[in-house]
């Protein structure tokens, strides 16, 4: 019995330890070797170590920012960053565990559902589905789940969306690419179908419709090479221009012997630092879950159609890419000035969620209503992926994150359903 | 509502392209295209090779022959990513194959064209970001 309670109470409550026992477990379920099975899992519970790691130093920085930007701005600036979300979440919340069940379940829901339905749809974008386990995860927490449930009807919702989401985008994807074999697993389908409705009632129609490719377009983003640099590019002007707001006294007493727009500039690096550190984590975490677990769904689901990532749209409408990206950016950045009007929390704009959520909403923009279709609804996009995010703050602050908001709309919908249906429900009964 | 009857229509349509039968004399003419560019390929460097294996690579599909065709095509993203009709054919094959492997229940060929098909999606975003 002492073995039992000192398992119980040493072993088990430690999130990085049962993560790697989840890994292990499935990797002698496919019957991997030794040797495999104990790399796996060691390389698992490193994943989520470093994960971890990288939340502290995002927690550290976005605390040093909340401050200043209350002192400056006399409200509250959040940034949105699900990698934030997903970190204090498995790490500050102590959460990491049933996120990673989650995470399992929703593979399991979505395979269940593409074999036994006629939604032949297999979610591929581990990341995403590690982001939507990380909501429902938390919104069911706080609406009062705990436990096996609280990871089954995670895995439930998370795995509808999952068959859901590839299956609304279907017929655009169709169109855009001319064929049916591949769906799109991105998990902004809310914003891409809210944006093609939006292009076909104000864009242009019929004869008179011109796509975005005809013109001609810088065919690079250049400033967008590398994810981290283009972090930096936003977060380095959001620090120091905040802390000068903030004053030379107020930033001082946070800075200790260093000048104060310097620490400010430090910072910003260090966000950055904190997300690339957390993504080098999850790609260890995921690293030897996902491809089982494809290939398990694969082979259950021969006739499936495989749902990849946004790029995969890319090489059909590159102009409408760029067009989606700066409108995107143009209608969040009208959002972080309204919402505040409104009462909401000031919502930063998130470069990164531009360009994929931005860009990929562009095509199915221009698809439906053409150039005046793709800016309009570009614009409109950019509110509307900043809007839903907003309605989360409350929520987050309340449950103890620490300024940051989540992202990819369709995982703020799961949130909001959460909120607004499954919590007061519970409530009622 | 979501275009599922789509779906049913579609399938026998492209069932039809893919048993498109080309002529003797189409056949020919690739063929001659192939060995002539081959030669090309070998002489030339960069964005140049890369669109001459993608005319191979596009020719050797028409003519059914997949294997080649995937072969030819990864050497052109090789010499110069880009995402024009090279790569549009070359991810189709990789589900294609990818799918083959599914229902034969080949897991070691299943993950190699999965990691292919992930691999294409960092090329397109690298492509237009502008990376090179």
């Not at chain 1, 072993?11 to 796996?40: C, P, R, Y």
């Not at chain 1, 995470?103 to 006629?118: D, G, K, P, Y």
């Not at chain 1, 011109?210 to 640099?229: G, I």
């Not at chain 2, 039809?16 to 690739?30: F, N, Y």
């Amino acid at each position: 019995m002492g073995v039992v309670n000192f398992i119980i109470e040493n072993i088990l409550t430690q999130a990085s330890v049962t993560i790697a026992l989840i890994a292990m477990l499935g990797l002698i379920l496919q019957k991997k070797s030794t040797g495999q099975v104990i790399s796996g899992s060691l390389k698992t519970m490193l994943g989520f170590m470093v994960l971890s790691a990288g939340s502290t130093i995002i927690v550290g920085s976005l605390t040093y920012f909340g401050q200043i930007f209350t002192e400056g701005f006399h409200m509250q600036g959040i940034i949105p960053s699900i990698e934030a979300i997903n970190g204090q979440a498995m790490n500050e919340l102590g959460l990491g565990r049933d996120i990673a069940l989650t995470f399992l379940a929703i593979f399991v829901f979505n395979i269940i559902i593409a074999r036994f339905t006629r939604w032949k749809y297999i979610f591929l974008t581990g990341q995403a589905i590690l982001w939507m386990a990380t909501m429902t995860t938390v919104f069911g927490y706080f609406a009062g789940l705990r436990g096996i449930v609280l990871i089954l009807v995670g895995g439930f919702i998370g795995g509808v969306f999952a068959v859901a989401m590839p299956a609304i985008a279907q017929p655009f994807v169709r169109k855009i690419t001319g064929m049916d074999d591949i769906a799109l697993g991105h998990f902004c389908t809310i914003g891409y179908v809210f944006e093609a409705g939006v292009a076909k009632l104000v864009g242009e129609k019929g004869e008179k419709k011109k796509s975005v490719e005809d013109l001609k377009l810088p065919a690079q983003l250049e400033f967008l090479q590398d994810t981290y640099l283009s972090l930096m590019v936003v977060m380095i002007p959001l620090y120091i221009i905040t802390a000068a707001f903030a004053g030379k006294e107020f930033a001082s007493t946070l800075s200790g012997d260093t000048n104060y727009l310097m620490f400010a500039f430090i910072q910003s690096i260090q966000f950055v630092v904190g997300v690339y550190v957390l993504l080098a984590g999850v790609r260890l975490l995921l690293g030897e879950i996902v491809p089982a677990f494809r290939g398990i769904a694969m082979r259950l689901v021969p006739n499936a159609k495989p749902a990849l990532d946004c790029p995969v749209l890319f090489p059909y409408s590159p102009n409408a890419v760029i067009v989606g990206f700066i409108t995107t950016t143009i209608g969040s950045v009208i959002a972080m000035f309204v919402l505040p009007v409104f009462g909401l929390a000031m919502i930063l704009p998130g470069m990164l969620t531009a360009f994929f959520a931005g860009g990929t909403a562009g095509i199915f923009g221009n698809l439906t209503g053409g150039r005046r279709g793709a800016i309009i609804g570009g614009i409109v996009h950019g509110f509307f992926i900043t809007l839903l995010p907003a309605l989360l703050v409350t929520t987050f602050n309340s449950m103890g994150f620490v300024n940051a908001t989540a992202t990819d709309v369709d995982t703020v919908s799961a949130a909001l359903l959460y909120a607004w249906l499954i919590g007061p429900l519970l409530k009622a009964f | 509502m979501f275009g599922f009857g789509k779906k049913k229509a579609k399938e026998p349509k492209k069932q039809i392209t893919e048993e498109v039968v080309i002529t003797a004399k189409r056949k020919e003419e690739l063929l001659r295209t192939i060995s002539f560019k081959k030669e090309e390929a070998n002489q030339a460097v960069g964005e140049e090779q890369a669109k001459i294996y993608e005319e191979i690579g596009l020719a050797f599909n028409e003519l059914g022959e997949e294997d080649h065709a995937i072969d030819s095509l990864e050497k052109s993203i090789q010499a110069k990513k880009s995402l024009g009709n090279g790569y549009k054919t070359l991810l189709r094959l990789y589900n294609k194959k990818r799918a083959e492997a599914a229902k034969e229940n080949d897991e070691e060929s299943l993950q190699i064209y999965l990691k292919k098909m992930d691999q294409m999606m960092q090329v397109s975003k690298e492509v237009t970001r502008g990376v090179r």
